[in-house]
T-cell receptor, first 111, second 114 residues
C-alpha cells in the first residue's frame, strides 16, 4: 500500500541549514506537502509542491522533489530555535483527497 | 478569515462510552476530513465529508461515524470507546476543487480513554 517514510530525528545548531528527507511509494502522488507541528498544537501547512515540479522556494524554505527516486526534501536555511518542532511529509494523488502522512521528523535546534 | 476550530480541546472518557467531537471549517471551504494522531505517530485518515455525505474512508471500524451540516461544519462520533482510541483527533477543511490545494487543520481534540 501507500507509504511515506521519514527519518525520526534531526539535531542542528542555530544558524545552520536543516535538511529533512522523505520518501514515498505511491507513484501516482500528485501533491506533496510539508506540515509543522509544535507541541500540543495542530498541523501548520508550510509548503507544497506538485509532482511536475522539481523545486520550490519560499523564503527560508526550499523543497526539492526527485520524482524518479520518489524522494522529497525540505531545507530550512538559517535555522532558528523557533523552528524546533515535528515536521511531517504528506502526499495525496488527487487534490482534496486523503493525505498520507509520514511519522514525522523531530527537529531540535540548539543555540 | 477564520480558521478551523475544534471543540472540545480536551476530553476524558471511560471505555465503552460514546463521544462526539465537533469541527467548524474555514470560511470558503466545503470539504472536511478527520484524522487520528496517536502519540508519536503521523495522522491517520479516518474519513472525509463533502456535500454532507461521506466521500472516502480510511481503515477505521464502523463505530467511527460522522456528519457534515449544511454550513460545512462536521461531527465525529465514536461509539464503544476503546483504550486505543486515545489520541489527538484533527479536523481539516479544504476548498472546492480547483480553487486551492491546501488543507487547513484545527488544533485538535485530545481524547483520553480510561
Amino acid at each position: 500500500g501507500e507509504d511515506v517514510e521519514q527519518s525520526l530525528f534531526l539535531s542542528v545548531r542555530e544558524g545552520d541549514s536543516s535538511v529533512i528527507n522523505c520518501t514515498y511509494t505511491d507513484s501516482s502522488s500528485t501533491y506533496l506537502y510539508w506540515y509543522k507541528q509544535e507541541p500540543g498544537a495542530g498541523l501548520q501547512l508550510l509548503t507544497y509542491i506538485f509532482s511536475n515540479m522539481d523545486m520550490k522556494q519560499d523564503q527560508r524554505l526550499t523543497v526539492l522533489l526527485n520524482k524518479k527516486d520518489k524522494h522529497l526534501s525540505l531545507r530550512i536555511a538559517d535555522t532558528q530555535t523557533g523552528d524546533s518542532a515535528i515536521y511531517f511529509c504528506a502526499e495525496t494523488h488527487q487534490a482534496g483527497t486523503a493525505l498520507i502522512f509520514g511519522k514525522g521528523t523531530t527537529l531540535s535546534v540548539s543555540s | 478569515e477564520t480558521g478551523v476550530t475544534q471543540s472540545p480541546t480536551h476530553l476524558i472518557k471511560t471505555r465503552g462510552q460514546q463521544v462526539t467531537l465537533r469541527c467548524s471549517s474555514q470560511s470558503g471551504h466545503n470539504t472536511v476530513s478527520w484524522y487520528q494522531q496517536a502519540l508519536g505517530q503521523g495522522p491517520q485518515f479516518i474519513f472525509q465529508y463533502y456535500r454532507e455525505e461521506e466521500n472516502g474512508r480510511g481503515n477505521f471500524p464502523p463505530r467511527f461515524s460522522g456528519l457534515q451540516f449544511p454550513n460545512y461544519s462536521s461531527e465525529l462520533n465514536v461509539n464503544a470507546l476503546e483504550l486505543d482510541d486515545s489520541a489527538l483527533y484533527l479536523c481539516a477543511s479544504s476548498p472546492p476543487l480547483g480553487s486551492g490545494y491546501g488543507y487547513t487543520f484545527g488544533s485538535g481534540t485530545r481524547l483520553t480513554v480510561v
